[in-house]
């Protein structure tokens, strides 16, 4: 494999003037006068890389042995279980339903198992009942793995379904419930390694310095990849190649670099939100992982300093060609207060010829001959003219193909772009306390023990007036 | 059944001052001050309903007849078909893929036959080559029955997929490929009903007066719901409910109404993004549908005088509680730019105890003794709390429970909402001219005749340069 030939591409023309034009393009210029402030956003970045909370931009330089003991125990899995479920939520989540939309078969779970070559796979995010209660109609417990992922163990939702899973296994298989449960969790504190240790659970680790957000290259997600027979060194090998490509300050040879300064000229010019449009299927969930990247990490209250900065750009998931016909009305006439990242394929991974037909009727027959790759490609182009000419800010990253490897780079090239935006902006990019009121809301209206005062304030918030609910 | 037990309820607590602050907050005055605005909104909208493009408003009055055949006609499907495919995108999918995850077992198709009682069911509103692919690895055209949906018949994407779906069919059935595709589509122009007529399928149509967004109580929505056996007539009983309680323009007893006034004040006070975040799996695509609704119907470059005004609010789609920990961190902590609308239901139609365990781990062993919809609901009430005392603006619509009566009222008000809103805004609610420039691209990317003009005009803009992609 040339890996060069399997470089992903961040096109970012139509960000500039001479596309978008001079009242909305950025120009040359303001690229050049911000040069030496996004140079100091990635010597920062570079400076603390590895500490704190950033030991996800080490985890591309893998030890093989721990990804060999990974590849190992996922071969097993996929010889004796029937089915792989992920109790997990947030970070630990989405990771693992991108990849398996983008590296799997678009209807995995719907193959026979002699096609699959692996087990059904589910990831359970949510705690709505009729949820868990649909899982169990549609899977046996006793040829069933789950994988129970939470850093601290204090994961309320993730919890939930470990006691309930863990109880039902309990009471079909006694002893042997242990063989049907592996944890991944981090190996120094919290719950969950506790409770790994007594019940002897085969358990990978989360290192400490790597967030939820941030843990797709860790066992998080290797594992379930490795479960669904994704080749997981060549995704590890992508995202280490991206940062390879990006190791320089230079703004022209460091891809996600430019791309963070753009984020960030396009948001401090009022474009609050920034949609992810892949124009694949099997890129559909990547959008939603960035949606989480990008929210938590740059979603922030107080910058480092504890000012009060309200800082954030919202980001939503749309798909090409399908929200063309649900959202690009917006995009194209609505507000000037977004950015549009496009995601390509150059090949998709099948070509299906349109056949001919409708020969009477030259509004449908123009199309046969050509094939579905032409038209979605066509769509593409055609869409991202039509944001163009329109004067909307719009950047393409293209991808050569879509396999394991340009995964790899395409999600690490987001994570060192989110950390570079957080360096600009001055902010944590690692914490997340503003859910910590919603989560301590809820200890305390489940009764949970040392929150008194929670239940206290929520007792004396003001009460909802039933005039204002119609 | 009484009605009354089952109405949805609109909670706009906290969207008032009295809860999210002064800053932030609205307050009774101005609501008072606007209900002459309001009112005008809703006159104008009753002296136009009907006509136009505002049939929609009147599929509420059904013929019973008409449905009746439609049901007869799922019943048959639902005996003689293993699968039943839509084809079709954006308001032609929308609403399907909606009812189907609201109405159906959240793992439907993986259960097997006996237990799901209907086909397999499939919305194909992508052109994705893989994703064609998969769907042909996973049905057996045989035993499929194809729903072709397109108003027009020239929507290229679903007549792409009717072409390769019709020349399978034809080759391996000859004749009898007719009995495998039943289109939805305009009785009086456009090409499908041309099609139709010729190779004799069955068809249902959509009133002119409907336009995509607005078609799911047309046969669009209805076929496939009562495919899937849902029972229609209560659905469609719902949305005839929900416009009897919107018959007033009280604001006070109309909520479709005031929910448009508060839309109105929010956008026009900055906030350009309009959050919807079901806490049920079962609601998660009615997100979806709702950002079709919203984003086509209200973004708008000219109003109904043709003066530039850029109008639209950004829909964006979240799952609680799920995207607590994705997004909520940004919805706290972020910019001033949102209104969020909780949808909740009262009962969940599974009940999951969460069981003893973890006794030594507190952490844990709190959740004990409680149940699943404690928990989801205890979060939905906690993010609520959370987000009101950051001072964002917030609003939660309430089912007692989610089923056909339910969902047909909760489709209804937002129809309604966004005609309301229209009429606010004065814009055209029902066209979209924003997607013509992107479909005339595409056809002149594919050579189709008669546009050589848009092809030179492509050929005219500014190449794309080379330093600008890395």
Redesign the interface.
């Known amino acids: 494999m040339d890996k060069n030939n399997l470089k992903i591409?961040?096109?970012?023309?139509n960000?500039?003037d001479?596309?978008v034009g001079s009242k909305e393009g950025i120009k040359d210029s303001d690229i050049l006068e911000m040069t030496p402030f996004a140079k100091n956003a990635y010597d920062t970045f570079e400076s603390i890389r590895g500490t704190g909370m950033t030991g996800w931009a080490n985890l591309v330089n893998y030890n093989k042995e721990e990804i060999d003991d990974i590849v190992n125990c996922a071969e097993d899995i996929r010889k004796n279980y029937e089915y792989f479920v992920v109790l997990g939520?947030?970070?630990s989540?989405?990771g693992p339903i991108a990849v398996f939309q983008a590296l799997c078969?678009?209807?995995y779970?719907?193959?026979p198992s002699e096609?699959r070559n692996g087990p059904?796979f589910y990831v359970e995010?949510?705690?709505?009942?009729?949820?868990?209660?649909?899982?169990l109609?549609?899977i046996d417990v006793e040829k069933t793995m789950f994988n129970v992922i939470t850093k601290s163990?204090?994961?309320?939702?993730t919890?939930?379904q470990y006691?309930?899973i863990?109880?039902i296994l309990t009471k079909k298989l006694g002893d042997k419930a242990k063989e049907h449960i592996i944890t991944t969790t981090s190996s120094s504190k919290g719950?969950l390694i506790?409770?790994s240790k007594k019940e002897g659970y085969k358990t990978y680790f989360i290192p400490d310095a790597v967030g939820?957000r941030f843990s797709e290259l860790s066992p998080v997600g290797l594992l379930p990849a490795a479960v669904l027979g994704v080749d997981i060194y060549e995704f590890l090998d992508g995202a280490k190649f991206m940062n390879e490509i990006c190791s320089s300050s230079d703004l022209?040879?460091?891809?996600a670099l430019?791309s963070a300064l753009l984020s960030y000229i396009s948001l401090r010019r009022g474009k609050?939100?920034s949609v992810m449009m892949p124009?694949?299927?099997?890129l559909k969930y990547i959008a939603?992982w960035y949606?989480?990247l990008w929210?938590?990490s740059?979603?922030?209250?107080v910058d480092k300093k504890g000012n009060l900065v309200?800082?954030?750009q919202?980001p939503?998931?749309a798909?090409g060609?399908?929200d063309?016909?649900?959202?690009?009305?917006?995009?194209?006439?609505?507000?000037?207060?977004?950015v549009t990242t496009f995601l390509a394929v150059d090949e998709?991974?099948?070509?299906?010829k349109?056949?001919?037909?409708?020969e009477d009727?030259?509004?449908?027959n123009?199309?046969?001959g050509?094939?579905?790759?032409?038209?979605?490609q066509?769509?593409r182009?055609?869409?991202e003219?039509?944001l163009?000419?329109?004067n909307r800010l719009n950047r393409t990253i293209y991808l050569p193909i879509l396999n394991a490897f340009t995964l790899g780079q395409l999600l690490f090239f987001f994570e060192l772009e989110t950390a570079y935006m957080g360096e600009m902006l001055g902010i944590d990019t690692y914490n997340?306390?503003?859910?910590e009121?919603?989560?301590?809301?809820?200890?305390?209206?489940?009764?949970?023990?040392g929150y008194d005062a929670k239940r206290e304030e929520?007792n004396n918030?003001?009460k909802?007036?039933d005039?204002?609910?119609?």
Chains 1, 2 share one sequence.
């Open positions: 591409r961040f096109d970012y023309n960000m500039m001479k596309f939520i947030g970070g989540a989405l078969h678009l209807h779970n719907d193959l096609k059904k995010d949510n705690v709505d009942p009729e949820r868990m209660v649909a899982l109609d549609v163990g204090s994961t309320s939702e919890m939930t006691l309930i863990n109880d719950n506790k409770i939820g022209d040879k460091n891809p430019m609050n939100i124009y694949a299927d099997g939603d949606c989480q929210a938590e740059i979603g922030k209250e309200f800082e954030g919202t939503v998931k798909l060609v399908t063309q016909h649900s959202q690009v009305q917006l995009y194209t006439e609505g507000p000037f207060d977004k998709y991974r099948k070509i299906v349109i056949p001919d037909g409708c009727i030259p509004d449908v123009f199309l046969c050509h094939t579905m790759n032409e038209l979605i066509a769509e182009v055609a869409t003219y039509a163009t000419v329109k997340q306390p503003g859910v009121n919603g989560k301590n809301a809820t200890y305390a209206l489940l009764g949970r023990n929520l918030a003001p909802k007036d005039k204002y609910i119609i």
